[in-house]
C-alpha cells in the first residue's frame, strides 16, 4: 500500500483478489515493479532495512550500508550503550561462552531472558525462570545462532503493557511521531500493533524519559542513522507494587511493524480513532475460504477490516502471517477493544 506516484519493488506481484479489494475499500497501489525489471536512476530509494543502493538499474548489496545497518540494530552494541549511561533499570549482561554461561545459570537467583544479538518480534529469545530449566540450552543454535548473547533480567508476569515510540532520525537528531501498543503473547512473540488516543493518554508520563533516552542513544551513536526508528519498552511492577518503565529494551533502525501502522493512519486521515494491524499465523491452517472468512467479520463488526498482507502466494498456498488492519468508528467510539475480542475469537474457530 503506498502512494499512487511510487514505485514499489515486489519479489512476485499482488495477488488480483487482493487489489481488487483495496480498491473498494479507497486504497491507491503504487506501480509494481518485480524484481529483475529495470529500474530508473533517478528514483528515491525507500528500503525497509538499508542494505542496497540503486546502480544500472537494479539494486546492489552495499557493504557500507549493511555493516551500519547491523552496527545500529545490534543488542550488543545497545547493551554497551545503556550500560556506558545507565539507561536500563534492569540488570544485563553479555555472555560469550558456553562454558560462561553454564556457571552463570548455576548461579541464578531470579528469572533472566536470552537474548541473540539480532532477532525478530520476540523469536531470538530463551526465558529461563529456574536452574531446572537448563535443557533449554538445547535451543541456543536454534534460537539465539551464536555468542555472544545477552542475558536480561526477566520480570515475568509483572510486566504488564509493551509499547513502541517511533521516530524520525534527521541530520540534527530525532523528532517524536507518536506511540504504540505492542500486543505480545506471554512468551514474548510480537503479534500486533495498536494505535490511537487511548494509547497515547495512557503512555503520557512515560514519553519524557522516553524523549531523554533516544536523546542519549543519539549522542553515542558512531554512525549517525536516517529515517524511521522505533524505540521498544514496557511498563512493570517492581515488588511493591509501583509501576516502573523499561523506556529501552531495543531501538529498530528501520521501517517498524508500528511506523507501518503510523504510516496507514496517516493515509486514513485518523486522530482519535483506534486502529489495530494484527499478525496471524497461518501455519497450522488445513482449509482456510479467507475472503468468506473476512466478509462475515466486516458485516458482523461493522468495521474497515482488511488484509494487510496476502494471505496466499502466487501457487495458492498459505504464507507463514497475514496482516490483518481494523479501526474503530469515528462516528460510533474511538476503542477497538470489542472488535479486537471478536477476530480473535472467530480466528480460534478456525483450529
Known sequence: MSKKEDFVLLESGLPRSLEEDWKEIGWEMGTQVLKGDLLSGDLNLTEWGKMHVLSDGGLDFDPDSYEDSRYLNSKLNQFQWKEDTCLS?????????????????NELDSPVVLKSAFGLAGRNQIVIEKQSQGWKLQQISKK?????????????????????????????????????????EKDGTFRGIRMGRGVEESLLPFLEPSLQTIKTVSGLLEVKPTGPAAMDGFLYRTGNGLVSCQPFSEINFRYSMGRILYE?????????????????????LKKWSEWE??????????????????PRDEKGK??????????????????????FQKVMEEWQNLF
Not at 496507514?264 to 497450522?284: G, H, M, Q, T, Y
Not at 477490516?305 to 496476502?310: G, Q, Y
Open 264 to 284: 496507514i493512519r496517516k493515509r486514513r486521515n485518523l486522530k482519535d480513532e483506534e486502529s489495530v494491524l494484527l499478525f496471524l499465523p497461518l501455519a497450522n
Open 318 to 339: 498459505l504464507f507463514q502471517t497475514v496482516g490483518l488492519y481494523f479501526e474503530s468508528k469515528k462516528s460510533l467510539d474511538y476503542d477497538a477493544s470489542a472488535t
Open 293 to 310: 472468512w473476512l466478509s462475515k467479520l466486516r458485516n458482523e463488526t461493522g468495521r474497515e477490516i482488511f488484509f494487510a498482507t496476502p
Open 144 to 184: 539465539l545462532f551464536s555468542f555472544p548473547i545477552i542475558a536480561e533480567q526477566w520480570v515475568g508476569e509483572e510486566r504488564f503493557y509493551d509499547f513502541s515510540t517511533l521516530w524520525d532520525f534527521l541530520e540534527d537528531g530525532p523528532i517524536y511521531l507518536g506511540c504504540t501498543e505492542m500486543i505480545v
Open 89 to 105: 533499570p534492569l540488570w544485563s549482561r553479555i555472555i560469550r561462552s558456553e562454558e560462561t554461561l553454564i556457571d552463570f545459570l
